[in-house]
C-alpha cells in the first residue's frame, strides 16, 4: 500500500510546508520562463540557442575526454572498450550493484545497475532521478581530477551517458514505494559505488548520517559527519561531510 493508506503514517511530512515549498519551485520556473521569453524576444531563438549549445558543448567534451582516459587507464590505449564493475549493499543486504561500459570510438558510457535489490518496505528507496545526480555528481568529481578550468554545470555533462535502472528496484521503485532516505542515505551509497568502479577512492561512510525529531508542527534534521575513503594518491579523513551536506553555513562557508 501507498505509505498514506498504512494506519499511523503519512505520506510527506508537514504537509503545509512542502506545498508551500511546490509553490515556491512553480513560482521560481515561471519567473525563467518569463526571463527567458524576454531573453528570446531580445536576442531572438537561433542567438540564444546557439549560446546554450556553446555551454552544453564544452560540458560534453570534457565528459568524452573523461571517459577515454578512463579506457586508457583501466584497459590501456589500444583498447576499444571497457567494463568497470562494483557491486555493494546497503544495511538491510539489499544489492547496489552497477557495470560501467566505456566505449572509446563515441566517448560514450552506459551505466547499467541490472543486479540492485527489488525495492524494498523501508524508506531507502531511491528515485531514479537521484539516481541521476549520484552519476553527475561522480563524473564531476573524476573530472575535478584533470579539468583545467571551471566545467559549467549543465546538461551538456550527461549527453555522453546511458543509464539502465531495473523497474521496480531500489532505484527505480513504484509509485506505492516509500523514498523518503533515498536522497540522503541511497544516493550516498550509489556514489560509493560509482567511483569504487572507477578505482578512484575508497568509500565513504555511506550514507548522510542524521539526527531527527519533531511534531505535527516542526520538524528538525541534522546531518552528523562520518569519513572520506582513501583514493590512490591521499589518505581518507575522519570526522568530515562526505558528498552531501545539510549544514553548511551558506554566507560564510560559500559565498566568499
Given at each position: ?157 550527461m549527453r555522453p551517458l546511458r543509464i539502465v ?92
Amino acid at each position: 500500500r501507498a505509505p498514506a493508506a498504512v494506519p499511523g503514517c503519512d505520506g510527506c511530512r508537514t504537509l503545509p510546508d512542502v506545498l508551500s515549498d511546490l509553490h515556491a519551485q512553480v513560482a521560481a520556473n515561471q519567473k525563467g520562463i518569463t526571463l527567458m521569453r524576454d531573453l528570446v524576444a531580445q536576442q531572438g531563438a537561433a542567438t540564444v540557442t546557439s549560446y546554450m549549445r556553446h555551454l552544453q558543448d564544452p560540458a560534453a567534451g570534457a565528459v568524452r575526454d573523461l571517459l577515454r582516459s578512463c579506457i586508457d587507464e583501466h584497459a590501456g590505449k589500444d583498447a576499444a572498450s571497457v567494463q568497470l564493475r562494483c557491486a555493494d549493499q546497503m544495511d538491510d543486504g539489499t544489492a547496489v550493484a552497477l557495470t560501467v561500459t566505456l566505449e572509446r570510438e563515441s566517448g560514450e558510457a552506459t551505466f547499467d545497475f541490472n543486479g540492485t535489490g527489488r525495492q524494498v518496505y523501508g524508506s531507502t528507496n531511491c528515485p531514479r532521478q537521484v539516481v541521476r545526480s549520484a552519476v553527475l555528481y561522480s563524473l564531476r568529481c573524476l573530472l575535478n581530477r584533470t579539468a583545467s578550468s571551471f566545467l559549467p554545470l549543465n546538461e551538456g555533462c550527461m549527453r555522453p551517458l546511458r543509464i539502465v535502472l531495473p523497474e521496480n528496484s531500489l532505484l527505480s521503485p513504484g509509485p506505492e514505494a516509500a523514498i523518503v532516505a533515498g536522497n540522503v542515505l541511497t544516493s550516498q551509497r550509489i556514489t560509493d559505488v560509482i567511483l569504487s568502479a572507477f578505482k578512484a577512492c575508497a568509500c565513504a561512510q555511506g550514507d548522510m548520517n542524521n539526527l531527527t525529531f519533531g511534531n505535527a508542527r516542526y520538524s528538525y534534521y541534522e546531518t552528523v559527519c562520518g569519513g572520506s575513503g582513501a583514493g590512490p594518491d591521499f589518505d581518507g579523513a575522519s570526522a568530515v561531510h562526505t558528498h552531501m551536506t545539510n549544514t553548511r553555513i551558506t554566507d560564510v562557508e560559500w559565498l566568499p
